[in-house]
């Protein structure tokens, strides 16, 4: 199976400082990676999708120069967090596609970051 | 817009028994892809079926299988044999076909029910 692993699973931050998450497909390539947000009890919010090598298109509402999205390679993304405030406190979830060419791309879900923010 | 709504907040099962989890969506679309996912406790989200909505036949693994009506939109998952370790959040999520549109792999979520086995 595909594995995608984030980095770090857990950080704690003091506010109006800026928190980078990786997320790698570990064993496959990812031409599309996605960012999600999810707050306790509540289900996946997409952030934004990643494509390699070009700008990341972010979903109504999240601000995009707040989360910075960087796909530099076709195994790792970043998400950072810039100027964190305790309202970012959130768990953040990334997920990534293979480049396999038919229709049924699989998102493989990396493990997760719980981001706090004090 | 897509939406998917899980009308079941909280479920319960007793140990080896089976339940369904419901889930409804809204598409105007005729090709799509539905999913059902399980987040445990670790919070790793988890495959546990798909299905294309052009195929009739509703998709099974093992003791995970679906109830798939198109024409109603709806789309259940049921769980038989109920183990401990079926414990989780499950959520329906919908995809469109990237190929019969915008060409776009994102997942819309519904809001997720919480299974929990009694033993």
């Known amino acids: 199976g595909a594995v995608v692993s984030q980095h770090p699973s857990r950080v704690i931050c003091k506010s109006g400082t800026s928190v980078k998450i990786e997320c790698r497909s570990l064993d496959f390539q990812a031409t599309t990676m996605f960012w999600y947000r999810q707050f306790p009890k509540q289900s996946l919010m997409l952030m934004a999708t990643?494509?390699?090598?070009?700008?990341?298109?972010?979903e109504q509402g999240v601000e995009k120069d707040k989360f910075l999205i960087n796909h530099a390679s076709l195994t790792l993304s970043t998400l950072t967090v810039t100027s964190a405030h305790p309202e970012d406190s959130s768990f953040y979830i990334c997920s990534a596609t293979r480049t396999s060419g038919n229709s049924y791309n699989e998102q493989f879900f990396g493990p997760g970051t719980r981001l706090t923010v004090l | 817009a897509q939406t998917v709504t899980q009308s079941q907040p909280e479920m319960s099962v007793q140990e080896a028994e089976t339940v369904t989890l419901s889930c409804t969506y809204d598409t105007s679309e005729s090709d799509y892809y539905l999913f059902w996912y399980k987040q445990p406790p670790s919070r790793q989200m988890i495959l546990v079926i798909r299905?294309?909505?052009?195929?009739?036949q509703n998709a099974t693994e093992n003791r995970f299988s679906v109830n798939f009506q198109k024409a109603a939109k709806s789309f259940s998952l049921k769980i038989s044999d109920s183990q401990l370790g079926d414990a989780a959040m499950y959520f329906c999520?919908?995809?469109?076909?990237?190929?019969?549109?915008?060409?776009?792999?994102?997942?819309?979520f519904g809001k997720g029910t919480k299974l929990s086995v009694i033993p």
């Open positions: 999520a919908y995809r469109r076909d990237p190929y019969s549109g915008a060409g776009s792999y994102q997942l819309t």
């Open positions: 299905q294309e909505a052009y195929k009739q």
């Open positions: 990643s494509n390699e090598g070009s700008k990341a298109t972010y």
